[in-house]
């Protein structure tokens, strides 16, 4: 047994919930109603996902490690 551990993005939805994003593995996408949800949703997703490769024998993304935190900023353009 393994632990696999990954940065995931819970991005709050115009009309409610929220959209689940691991930018390491881009092919998991998932959703929830609540952040609770979503959590859950996340875990479900990874979890399905690792075991989904290694049945195939595919090979597990590695996280890198990044220096520090994110910084989210706003960009404004005039046109």
């Known amino acids: 047994m393994a632990d696999y551990k990954y940065t995931v993005f819970f ?6 919930g929220y959209h689940v994003v691991f930018p390491a593995i881009p092919e998991i996408v998932t959703f929830g109603n609540s952040l609770d949800e979503a959590r859950h ?37 005039s046109i």
């Not at 991005?11 to 409610?16: D, Q, T, V």
Request: net charge negative.
């Open 41 to 77: 949703a996340a875990h479900e997703a990874l979890r399905c996902h690792i075991e989904g490769l290694l049945k195939d024998g595919e090979w597990i993304p590695v996280e890198t490690q990044s220096i520090g935190e994110p910084i989210k900023e706003t960009v404004d353009v």
């Open 11 to 16: 991005e709050p939805l115009p009309e409610g």
